[in-house]
């Protein structure tokens, strides 16, 4: 009896052990099951919440623009004759370093007068907001004889959003020479601006080749009201005065021409 009683407890033993090992085989196999059903959302949500995923692009500093503008393309017109205004400027480059070329001038019959074309290096200010220092040369070339010279200014938007490029000029044997250009838009609504503009010419010394004498030389300042059919393109009329002062006036008159032209303008804006 002692010997069957043994087996039956071996047999039981057996048995429990056998059932131990397969709850633990489950047990492990749930505590697998369970670990991945959590970590599962969990790895999801961080990878949705990854500030390294939601970061934006890298800002291409180095990334090549193209600007062109044509602010003055137009017909002057005063009664004893007629005038072709242009003026007009465009740069090249990325934004801090750029590459600009102006040209103004006008054209005639009797020719082409006041020319000036420049090429400058464009660079922002540092701790300044809206303006650019700018270095190159400037060129006279038009129907008198030809100038040269080096040009140093700026331009930007000023206070009140005033558009100003003050700029100065230096040439062999002394001669100075600066511009003062600002203009300003006012918006009567989202498509008729009007725009009043001057420029204003100084020089250290005469220059008789060129009608030009010492001082304050010429201003040329004209109200113009434009209609923006595109952002490219806008037509506009206005009104203009042209007038020299000085050595300058003093040039003008020795040569039977006025001093003083008010003309009535049409032309258009254009820019790229």
């Not at 505590?31 to 959590?38: D, G, H, K, N």
């Not at 003050?166 to 040439?171: C, E, G, N």
Request: proline share 4%.
């Amino acid at each position: 009896m002692k010997s069957t009683h043994w087996k039956c407890n071996l047999r039981l033993s057996g048995d429990v052990l056998r059932i131990v090992a397969e709850l633990g085989r489950w047990r492990m196999v749930l505590v697998a099951v369970t670990v991945l059903t959590i970590a599962g959302p969990i790895h999801a949500q961080m990878r949705g919440t990854d500030k390294s995923s939601q970061m934006p692009s890298p800002v291409m500093d180095n990334e090549v623009f193209a600007h062109v503008l044509f602010s003055e393309f137009e017909g002057r017109s005063n009664g004893a004759g007629n005038q072709f205004r242009w003026d007009g400027e465009g740069w090249i480059g990325t934004d801090w370093n750029r590459l600009w070329v102006k040209s103004e001038g006008f054209a005639d019959s009797a020719g082409m007068s006041d020319g000036d074309h420049e090429v400058l290096y464009d660079r922002p200010i540092p701790h300044t907001r809206y303006f650019d220092a700018q270095a190159g040369i400037r060129a006279d070339l038009d129907s008198d004889p030809s100038r040269v010279w080096g040009a140093i200014g700026m331009e930007g938007l000023a206070p009140y959003s005033f558009e100003l490029a003050p700029t100065f000029y230096f040439r062999n044997d002394g001669h100075l020479a600066g511009r003062i250009d600002a203009d300003y838009d006012i918006y009567l609504s989202q498509r008729l601006i009007l725009q009043p503009q001057a420029e204003v010419n100084f020089y250290s010394k005469d220059d008789p080749a060129r009608q030009i004498g010492s001082g304050f030389s010429d201003l040329d300042a004209g109200l113009r009201l434009r209609y923006t059919i595109s952002r490219k393109f806008s037509p506009y009329i206005g009104y203009t005065y042209a007038g020299k002062y000085g050595g300058s006036a003093d040039y003008t008159r020795a040569a039977g021409e006025r001093t003083a032209t008010p003309s009535f303008v049409f032309g258009v804006r254009i820019w790229r």
